[in-house]
């Protein structure tokens, strides 16, 4: 008996026990390893659409208004403000009509 011979006889034993006892899919590891990465990314995704709807990303600006993409400061004279919303001296006079 040659080789190849030999190694056609072991591959269909091989084939005919595979064939008696054949492994539901689900006991083999490969859907498994092949199922785990879009499940990681449907995970992440979830959380992520959480995260960016629970954090608050819409909360008042103190002392601003957004209006589209512009963010519009509004400086009161007021000391009950904290510290950092309050303007800066030089904040005060950035559009003097006499430079014009």
Known sequence: MSTTE????????????????????????WPWILMSGPAIAVVACIITIYLAFSSGGNEPMGGATKRGLVVEVEFLENPSQPAHIQPSKEAKSTSNEEDW
């Open 6 to 29: 030999h190694k056609q006889a072991l591959l269909e034993r091989r084939m005919a026990e595979l064939d008696k006892n054949p492994n539901p899919w689900y006991k083999e590891p």
